[in-house]
């Protein structure tokens, strides 16, 4: 896979801009998410819990992360920076950008900005989940209408083609339209009562923001099916009382998950991992009516392995800018 990104002395740049429009497949991108959370545990890839400073006065988010795909054979420093996570203070930023390095030749690859990455990543994790814990399932809940909403159901639909109903909840019109228009030849229903719609689906996917208001209950969902956290929208209580509880990564958990800690800063114990449900050795519940919280949180080494299949299509068609850096 080693190949020449560029000259020495440059750095290839890949702005959002030059990545819009390429030829990318949901499937694809499943398959080389899943394949990047299995080597973690046969090919020895290595994920470092992540770097967070968060601003007491919750003025800022940052967080950093480092991993090694053996798959590709890439190493990614990932950076994040969100001003007014809360949007409180109306002036909510956010920027993100990976550094991707061939660890096969030392070369660098690419700067990348991540804004499209991220929820890509994210939404294949998600799709992973609900594959493995219901499989079956014929109704999909989105909690959320912002970038990782949006992502979310063309991505499910994806692993879970045969899914029937999808919904999705949220307080902005213009989010809503945008999820309702995300899946080509599919009807999104926009729901009002979220009670009464996470009681009727098999997966519930929390992926609202900060500013989230309402929240899925553990008391509305039915037997058997499955809630997927990667932002908000699912009350702690889902986590608490659950029957079985997955996570991408256990430690991974601890380090991102205060919102969902007891008045004592207790946290349930964790069944199983994500990579070791993949590849059988665990299985992502224990009972078919068992009401299943998974944690998605975001892993660096996905972030090597799909920022290497996005450079590459990149390359392929041309995009980017080489620029004197070293």
């Known amino acids: 896979m080693s190949q020449s990104y560029a000259p020495p002395g440059k750095l290839w740049l890949l702005p959002q801009s030059q990545q819009e429009g390429l030829d990318l497949d949901h499937r694809q991108v ?46 990614c420093f990932k950076a994040v920076y969100e001003f007014d996570p809360r949007r409180t ?36 994790t998600t799709a992973l989940f609900a594959r493995a814990a219901c499989p079956d399932a014929r109704s999909a809940l989105v909690v959320g209408t912002g970038v990782q ?3 979310a159901l063309p991505m499910l639909l994806a692993a879970l083609p045969k899914l029937e109903r999808l919904r999705v909840f949220g307080t902005f019109p213009d989010g809503l339209r945008a999820v309702r228009d995300s899946v080509d030849g599919r009807e999104v229903e926009i729901v009002k009562d979220l009670r009464e719609a996470a009681g009727e689906a098999d997966i519930v996917i929390g992926a609202a923001g900060l500013s ?14 499955v809630a997927v956290l990667l932002g908000y929208g699912v009350h702690p209580d889902v986590c608490h009382q659950a029957d079985y509880r997955i996570a991408t990564d256990t430690a991974q958990m601890h380090a991102t998950c205060d919102d969902l800690r007891s008045p004592d800063g207790s946290l349930p114990a964790v069944d199983a991992q994500l990579p070791d449900i993949l590849l059988g050795r665990a299985p992502a519940r224990r009972h078919q009516d068992d009401v299943v ?29 080489q620029v004197d850096f070293w």
């Open 89 to 124: 203070r109306d002036s909510y930023r956010f920027q993100s950008f990976v550094f991707l390095v061939d660890d096969t030749t030392g070369a660098p690859i690419a700067l990348m900005d991540v804004v499209r990455l991220g929820p890509l990543r994210s939404s294949a």
């Open 293 to 321: 919280f998974a944690y998605n949180s975001g892993m660096a080494v996905t972030d090597a392995a799909l920022g290497r299949y996005v450079a590459d299509l990149a390359r392929a068609a041309g995009r980017g800018e």
């Open 30 to 75: 499943i398959a080389v998410v899943e394949q990047a959370y299995r080597a973690l545990r046969e090919g020895g890839s290595n994920n470092p819990v992540k770097t967070i400073i968060d601003d007491p006065e919750h003025r800022s988010l940052s967080y950093s992360m480092v991993a090694r795909d053996a798959g590709s054979g890439t190493v």
């Open 212 to 225: 989230a208001t309402r929240e899925v209950r553990r008391a509305w969902m039915k037997p058997g099916s």
């Open 149 to 151: 909403a949006r992502a």
